[in-house]
């Protein structure tokens, strides 16, 4: 059992940034992905980013690409989301979420597993 926990969400104007961050309790990250999603009001969820267990290998989304950035520090036991240019259309709940497997993959928007409540991230004027 793991529990994670997302921080580090608000509101912020456009071309501001922010670092979102997944602590992890009850069992180490070390050995598991961690994957990005958002869900914005009335819209289907969308993977964001996805970090390999070393941290060697990331994916992203194409709406994020160079302007995202994941991260994580496994002696923190925590992942996270650097977030630069954030834009009105970047809008949304942001939560990680894990299924427990070392690699990403071509798959890894479709990750479902442990997952926390999210934290919310607003852009806007």
């Known amino acids: 059992q793991v529990q994670l926990v997302e921080s580090g969400g608000g509101l912020v104007q456009p071309g501001g940034s922010l670092r979102l961050s997944c602590a992890a309790s009850?069992?180490?990250?070390?050995?598991?992905?961690i994957a990005w999603f958002r869900q914005a009001p009335g819209k289907e969820r969308e993977g964001v980013s996805c970090i390999s267990s070393s941290g060697e290998s990331t994916y992203y989304a194409d709406s994020v690409k160079g302007r995202f950035t994941v991260s994580r520090d496994n002696a923190k036991n925590t992942v996270y989301l650097q977030m630069n240019s954030l834009k009105p259309e970047d809008t949304a709940v942001y939560y990680c979420?894990?299924?427990?497997?070392?690699?990403?993959?071509?798959?890894?928007?479709?990750?479902?597993?442990?997952r926390g409540q999210g934290t919310q991230v607003s852009v806007s004027s």
């Open positions: 979420a894990t299924d427990f497997s070392p690699f990403c993959g071509s798959s890894w928007s479709a990750i479902r597993g442990s």
């Open positions: 009850g069992r180490t990250l070390d050995y598991y992905v």
